[in-house]
């Protein structure tokens, strides 16, 4: 009978293992059993509940009067923000867009002919020098007035070019015109200075005239009108005769007495 307990089923499992693999397996499973039970958080001690609960509302309390101290508080001056400077606008026409270049260009004189601004049509930029335009009459032979003063003095007119070197790009119109509108433009500014320069020309003729008048006045002699100095005055003209007031104004009006005499070639009293 004892021999049946011992080789029965049941008996085997509730054994002991018997091999070091399943005392391992077995250790393992113990492990991880108490690993699982110890893994619940304790209970907490009601007095250290009411510690924590009493240090968040001691916080709670600080954060609120900070809050309020802060919102008490003036607010300080923002920092000024300094003013963004603006890109520079290139003078420059985009290329592939002709159309752009041709119209007015306000404030763009011409250095190689001396045309005041505005340039009507295209105008050229020299993208070497600082500050030099070109007109589009003046652009294909590279006119420079500056320079052209220099080679005249120097016995050479005509040879007073801009630099070769030099390179140039056609300007941006401030007041895009179509051709035909800047042709007409143009011969309209024309006819404009012309008439100018010839009102121009005859005041300076006029001006020029007067002043010979003056100068061939200045140089003759003129006659005094009369000299009494030294004479009798009984021997005054009639027509030099001095003037006198009525009677009622005679004591209010102060009536010249003595003989006329001689300044600057005029009868003075």
Known sequence: FVRAI??????????P????????????????ATAKSGSHKAKKDPKSKAQEKAEAEA???????????A???PAAPAAPVAPVAPAAQSPFAMPGNPDSE?????????DGCGLAPPIVGRAFKCRTCPDFDLCEDCYPSRQDMQREKVAAAAGM???????????F????AGSILTRAAADAEKAAAKVANAEAAAKEKLLEAQSQARRDRETSSA?????????????????IPARLDPWKPCAFLADQLLVPRGAPRVFGGYAVA
């Open 169 to 172: 790009g056609a300007r941006s």
């Open 219 to 235: 140089g003759a002699k003129r006659a005094p009108v009369v000299s009494f100095d030294g004479e009798d005055p009984e021997d």
């Open 71 to 73: 919102k008490a508080a």
């Open 59 to 69: 916080k709670a309390k600080e954060a609120k009067a900070n809050a309020a101290k």
């Open 157 to 167: 007119p005509g040879s007073g070019k801009h630099p070769a070197a030099h390179e």
């Open 6 to 15: 011992l080789s029965s089923a049941a008996f085997q499992t509730m054994a």
């Open 17 to 32: 293992p018997a091999s070091d693999v399943d005392r391992a397996k077995l250790r393992e499973k113990l492990q991880a």
């Open 102 to 110: 041709i119209g007015l260009h306000l404030g763009v004189s011409c």
